[in-house]
């Protein structure tokens, strides 16, 4: 008797996703803020907008988790990963004044398997609760054949909102403002094909090697998530006048601060005022890579940027000490080119 094809057959397991969304529904729920209406499940995600805001503008970021997946699946550890998804768009986002409201996931697998997408998800939505922003909807698509089984791509977007009179953008900028820095938890989510190249390729390590000067795995310092900073830039929105916020991902220093600022307008940065995590010289030490391009490819330590008035920074740091943040002065806006430049620290033997 000829086979009959089901979806199953063909490597679609439809209870397989039903399950996953069983595992993954109580997670999902912790995240609601008063403004979700509605359940996990419908077509699409019903976000009622609240009234305190009188003049509101959205602003929508969306992003991926790029090739640091990879080192996910060779260690096989995936509970973390949904935070960098999260991450990426709301640090996004927030750099325009934005408060996340809420976001979706895009999961698409080889094979489902339940508990693996439960771990995603998981991060996912405790990366949200933690930037106070509702996980309202996603869409798990098991491709059989296109994504090998154990494998998965993830991306996703936020949503958020700010008054009109609040947005930040460039027009705030004015030479002499100062740049401070906000410490990133790690490399993040960018360079890691770099760092592949230098760890798995060059060096040959397998991710579970200890480095003293690390104090864990080469993997676990690698995986680990990418800083979430809502909750300690949203207060500094409201009670500050920031001219400018930038978020360090691809393209470093020189690519993401000049996105900050006037087209007559430029930045001098004296990396001699704070001290990256060891990873970023090991990184550098391994892969011989020069000073410029790690600061053009890395966050370097700092993961976030704020471009205030000289008179407000002193204000500003206290706050931010206060609340318990570590805070650098980390640079000057500069009158002329358009442009970045780093000196100092690790800069002065080369």
């Known amino acids: 008797m000829e086979e009959k094809l089901t979806y199953a057959t063909a490597g679609v397991d439809i209870d397989a996703g039903?399950?996953?969304v069983r595992l993954i529904k109580d997670s999902v729920k912790a995240t609601?803020?008063?403004e979700v209406l509605g359940d996990l499940g419908g077509f699409g995600g019903l976000f009622a907008l609240s009234g305190k805001y009188k003049n509101p503008v959205l602003v929508s970021g969306t992003d991926g988790v790029g090739t640091k997946l990879r080192?996910?699946?060779m260690l096989d550890k995936h509970d973390t990963i949904g935070q960098d998804a999260v991450a990426m768009c709301v640090n996004d986002i927030l750099v325009q004044g934005a408060e996340p409201l809420f976001f979706l996931d895009y999961l698409a697998v080889g094979k489902l398997f339940p508990e693996q997408v439960a771990e995603v998800v998981k991060g996912v939505a405790a990366a949200c609760k933690e930037s106070g922003c509702a996980l309202i909807g996603g869409e798990t698509a098991e491709m059989a054949g296109f994504y090998p089984e154990g494998e998965y791509d993830i991306a996703g977007f936020a949503v958020g909102a700010v008054e009109r009179e609040k947005i930040i953008t460039s027009e705030r900028v004015q030479a002499g403002d100062v740049l401070l820095g906000l410490p990133s938890s790690g490399v993040h989510s960018n360079g890691y094909s770099l760092v592949r190249k230098i760890v798995f390729e060059k060096k040959g390590m397998k991710g579970?090697?200890?480095i003293p000067e690390l104090g864990k795995t080469v993997g676990e310092e690698l995986l680990t998530p990418t800083r979430?900073?809502?909750?300690?830039c949203l207060p500094l929105i409201e009670k500050f006048e920031l001219h400018g916020m930038v978020h360090i991902t691809g393209g470093g220093y020189y690519e993401n601060i000049p996105r900050a600022l006037p087209d007559h307008m430029g930045a001098e940065i004296d990396?001699?005022?704070w001290t990256p995590q060891p990873i970023f010289k090991l990184l550098k030490e391994w892969g011989n890579v020069d000073w410029h391009e790690m600061?053009?490819?890395?966050n370097m330590g700092i993961g976030m940027i704020l471009i205030v008035?000289?008179?407000e920074a002193e204000k500003i740091k206290a706050h931010l000490k206060e609340a318990g943040e570590t805070v650098y002065e980390i640079g000057r806006v500069t009158e002329g080119a358009h442009e970045v430049i780093v000196k100092g620290g690790v800069f002065d033997g080369e």
Do not use: C, G, I
């Not at 979430?228 to 300690?232: A, E, G, I, Q, S």
């Not at 600061?295 to 890395?298: A, C, G, K, L």
């Open 18 to 20: 039903n399950e996953s």
């Open 32 to 34: 609601y803020r008063p």
């Open 71 to 73: 080192l996910a699946f």
């Open 208 to 210: 579970d090697e200890v």
């Open 228 to 232: 979430l900073y809502p909750r300690v």
């Open 271 to 273: 990396a001699s005022a």
């Open 295 to 298: 600061y053009r490819t890395f």
């Open 309 to 311: 008035s000289a008179k």
